[in-house]
T-cell receptor, first 118, second 109 residues
Framework: GAVVSQHPSWVICKSGTSVKIECRSLDFQATTMFWYRQFPKQSLMLMATSNEGSKATYEQGVEKDKFLINHASLTLSTLTVTSAHPEDSSFYIC??????????????FGNGTRLTVT | LAKTTQPISMDSYEGQEVNITCSHNNIATNDYITWYQQFPSQGPRFIIQGYKTKVTNEVASLFIPADRKSSTLSLPRVSLSDTAVYYCLVGAGGQNFVFGPGTRLSVLP
């Protein structure tokens, strides 16, 4: 089946530094990828939609200058948390859909990245 | 985007069948219904998807009535390892999917 690989699985960084998270579709091409954030005991919150070759679309309330998204190829999207602060500590999850698959092919999710900002 | 409503939590015992119902009253003609399972500190995992009537795979069944305003995920003979959060999502291809709070299933020995 379709696999989405997310790296790193966890990262600890100091306040003020930047962290990059990678999301790769291993066996399919994804023209669109989605980035979510999840706080403990809560549901996934969509942050942005990453479009290959164009600018990402951010959800209301998500700072595009703080959460930089790059989707440079059909198999890779990156999320960079810039100038991280402790309140950015969360579980970040990416997902993708097979762009060449059926129109309603399901989303496939990475295993998430646990970010802790100290 | 069709909004979904699910029970916040459910308890069951090992070996029982568990049915989780999701309401989606304003589902659109092109929308499909997809269920995901999420364990702590992992990304959601696809369980099953359907459009109408009944769909069955090796892990679950999905029942969708004719009006498609609800759907029921059926997990046969649950085990402790089925303890997880289950999400019902409704939408069409290309859409970004909005997650509801999901149903936290606890399977007890």
């Amino acid at each position: 089946g379709a696999v989405v690989s997310q790296h790193p699985s966890w990262v600890i960084c100091k306040s003020g530094t930047s962290v990059k998270i990678e999301c790769r579709s291993l066996d399919f091409q994804a023209t669109t990828m989605f980035w979510y954030r999840q706080f403990p005991k809560q549901s996934l919150m969509l942050m942005a939609t990453s479009n290959e070759g164009s600018k990402a679309t951010y959800e209301q309330g998500v700072e595009k200058d703080k959460f930089l998204i790059n989707h440079a190829s059909l198999t890779l999207s990156t999320l960079t948390v810039t100038s991280a602060h402790p309140e950015d500590s969360s579980f970040y999850i990416c997902s993708a859909r097979d762009g060449l698959g059926q129109v309603n092919s399901p989303l496939h999710f990475g295993n998430g990245t646990r970010l802790t900002v100290t | 985007l069709a909004k979904t409503t699910q029970p916040i939590s459910m308890d069951s015992y090992e070996g029982q069948e568990v049915n989780i119902t999701c309401s989606h009253n304003n589902i659109a003609t092109n929308d499909y219904i997809t269920w995901y399972q999420q364990f702590p500190s992992q990304g959601p995992r696809f369980i099953i998807q359907g459009y109408k009537t009944k769909v069955t795979n090796e892990v679950a069944s999905l029942f969708i009535p004719a009006d498609r305003k609800s759907s029921t995920l059926s997990l046969p003979r649950v085990s402790l390892s089925d303890t997880a959060v289950y999400y019902c999502l409704v939408g069409a291809g290309g859409q970004n999917f909005v997650f509801g709070p999901g149903t936290r299933l606890s399977v007890l020995p």
